[in-house]
């Protein structure tokens, strides 16, 4: 690390399960981050301040009015732009040692096995079934991690999936046909999906820097209400 980058993460290197070993953990780290909506947002501010050294983002959305009180990447004078366009400017100002790679589009078939195959791990900012199982079924098959986080009104869920027998998304919501509720259907107050995108940036970070801790095998389900947070195996 430079003596600037050392600087820059001198509040974590000092922490006794990291030192600078462990931040170059961090540095040659590559994350996925798809979705840079509600959950997108301070995943993205957090492992790229951490330090993440390759961040790859994917989404198709523009930045809209009603995106602003809990998109917190975003202003008034972005509604309009690209969220990928955005976020990327954004994210390279507040760190530079950072490498951010945009991808405009949806995750789709084409796309997803050639994205997967760039990055160590996979995290799902998405509000819909549709993406989530294209992302469980890929990550399977590439072998990667991926860290899921949901949203609905004033509840939040967050797993990792991390390939192991039985511990897959379908496995734990089967899919079915029919309408399934999303947060643009149903509403959410904008400070979860700060808290679940906060509990996501943190999952991240333990899987690169190897905890034993993780949400892998287990799902955390978090109420905004009531503050109850609990944690259930898989």
């Known amino acids: ?126 509000d819909n079934f549709t993406a989530r199982y294209l992302i469980d079924k890929t990550a399977l098959k590439h072998k990667k991690i991926w860290i899921y986080g949901s949203i609905l009104e004033y509840a939040g869920q967050v797993s990792v999936f991390a390939g192991a027998k039985g511990q897959s998304y379908r496995a734990l919501f089967p899919e079915e046909d029919g309408v399934r509720p999303s947060a643009s259907n149903y509403g959410v107050l904008g400070v979860l999906p700060g808290i679940i995108g906060c509990l996501q940036a943190n999952e991240v970070l333990k899987w690169i820097l190897g905890s034993e801790n993780s949400l892998s095998g287990k799902l955390l389900t978090y109420n905004l209400r009531t503050n109850q947070q609990q944690i259930f195996e898989i």
């Open 1 to 126: 690390m430079t003596v600037v980058e050392k600087e820059r993460y001198s509040r974590q290197i000092v922490l006794s399960e990291i030192g600078e070993q462990w931040q170059l953990k961090l540095k040659n780290a590559k994350v996925l981050v798809i979705g840079a909506g509600g959950l997108g947002c301070p995943v993205l501010q957090y492992i790229v301040g951490a330090g993440v050294g390759i961040v790859g983002i994917v989404d198709n959305d523009v930045v809209s009015l009603s995106n602003l009180p809990r998109q917190i990447l975003y202003g008034s004078d972005d509604i309009g732009k690209p969220k990928v366009e955005v976020a990327t400017k954004k994210l390279k100002a507040n760190n530079p040692n950072c490498k951010i790679i945009p991808y405009i589009g949806l995750l789709n078939e084409e796309n997803a096995d050639k994205l997967f195959f760039k990055y160590d791990m996979i995290v799902d900012c998405t």
